[in-house]
């Protein structure tokens, strides 16, 4: 089955830069998605297609993905965004829709 | 509002079943897939099952395949899932998810409800 590899945790300060990467297959081309889950609540999505934002998502949020690896950037991080994020993808071809193990974020 | 409302949760001993459902409003239940995905205490999102629109194709993991049926009534708004032969493993909060096919022909979850836990113990 397909894999996706996060890392446990990432801490940064308020205001600087946070990024949590997920890696998995290079070929085939697969898209990331990225959810925020924020303790108590339900996923959101803050990412898709590796780097288009939804409505309503702030800027300060990017995505991008070379080869093997996608990265969600957190620019300039403030309290609220501590969550637990995690990446998604999947091959359709095979009906596998596959988290990452999640990263915690802390902000503080 | 948008919304996905779920219920039905609650506690059932190994072997037992159970029927969560989802209420859908703000938006054509009928045009989109829907999916259940859930959470075990303290670990991290899986995917469970996933119906078309019209009820017609289904998709499970293999960790419930044989176990859980998933199902649509279109005319109520309301997604399901009956759960049989549960185990303790089974345990979660489970999530109603709404799926979205992007431009680059991927299924993804846009719209979530809030969860309804599921304990399996005796």
């Known amino acids: 089955s397909y894999d996706l590899t996060q890392a446990p945790s990432v801490s940064v300060s308020p205001g600087q830069t946070a990024r949590i990467t997920c890696s998995g297959d290079a070929s085939p081309k697969r898209y990331v998605y990225w959810y925020q889950q924020k303790a108590g609540q339900a996923p959101v999505l803050v990412i898709y297609e590796d780097t288009k934002r939804p409505s309503g998502i702030p800027e300060r949020f990017s995505g991008s993905s070379s080869g093997a690896m996608a990265t969600l950037t957190i620019s300039g991080a403030q309290v609220e965004d501590e969550a637990d994020y995690y990446c998604y993808s999947t091959d359709s071809t095979k009906n596998d829709r596959v988290f990452g193990g999640g990263t915690k974020l802390t902000v503080l | 509002e948008v919304q996905l409302v779920e219920s039905g949760g609650g506690l059932v001993q190994p072997g037992g079943s159970l029927r969560l459902s989802c209420a859908a409003s703000g938006f054509t239940f009928t045009n989109y897939a829907m999916s259940w995905v859930r959470q075990a205490p303290g670990k991290g999102l899986e995917w469970v099952s996933t119906v078309s629109g019209r009820g017609t194709s289904t998709y499970y993991a293999d960790s419930v395949k044989g176990r859980l049926t998933i199902s649509r009534d279109n005319s109520k708004n309301t997604l399901f899932v009956q759960m049989n032969s549960l185990r303790a493993d089974d345990t979660a909060v489970y999530y109603c998810?709404?799926?979205?096919?992007?431009?680059?022909?991927?299924?993804?979850?846009?719209?979530w409800g809030s969860g309804t836990l599921v304990s399996v113990s005796s």
């Open positions: 998810a709404r799926d979205r096919l992007s431009m680059t022909g991927d299924w993804y979850f846009d719209l």
